[in-house]
């Protein structure tokens, strides 16, 4: 998938109710931060919605160009997660969304700790790519795209793995708290169809069909646990 169609599906995801609420209690779990930033930060709206203590960091230039036409008045940077252009302790907050499952999470996490000051807090939100529930009339085959989507994903269960990987990594007050999202609109589409992104067969083509017939007699179901794990670097 190009970074124009990744950027598109986010789009779509970022509007949906639940995923607003996401991002508002990423900035709630941060307020009080002067100085943040939001890791992997796509399209730029997180970095758009914290204002001026933010600054968003990606490592695809391509991406930091949209972010940087969309929010022209926000600060932008190409980065990479492991490598920050950060001085040790020099931030209050850091944010990544949708990000960890494609890092090295310890290396990430190591270097996290190096930026944020004490007392500074740390939040991840993401969804385990195991664990989408998504409505067919053909269920086994839905559990092999599931599956077979999330062997993809460098850390498919990062998401989980989250909680304990940032006490190793020497926060404390580390919390996990799940917010759901469910789609059961035409928009949750692209999203559906993406779990069987690069699988080929019949069965998959029929299954891809099901949802599409789903989508256009309103009867599309998908929820997505968003898994939100926050931590502070001991003050
Ligand atoms: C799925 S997108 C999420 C974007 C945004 N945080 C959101 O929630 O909409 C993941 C983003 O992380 C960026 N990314 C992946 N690996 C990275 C790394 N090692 N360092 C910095 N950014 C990275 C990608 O370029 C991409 O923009």
Redesign the pocket.
Known sequence: MS?TE??AL?DE??RHPDAVRVRERTHELLDGAERIV??????G??VHELGARAIG????PA?IAVARARYPAARFQV????ALPFPDASLDGYR????IH??DAPR?LAEARRVLRPGGRLVL?GHDWDLFAVDSGLPEVTRRVVHARADQIADPRAARKAHHLLREAGFTDVATEILSTVITGPEGLPVVLNLAKDQEGEEIAAWCDDQRRRAAEGRLFLAVPVFVTSGQVIG
Request: glycine share 10%; aromatic share 0%.
């Open positions: 970074n990744v950027i986010l995801i970022e939001d890791v992997g930060c796509g399209g709206r997180a960091v990606d490592h695809d991406t980065a990479d997660a492991h990544a969304e949708r990000v494609t890092l990430a939100a």
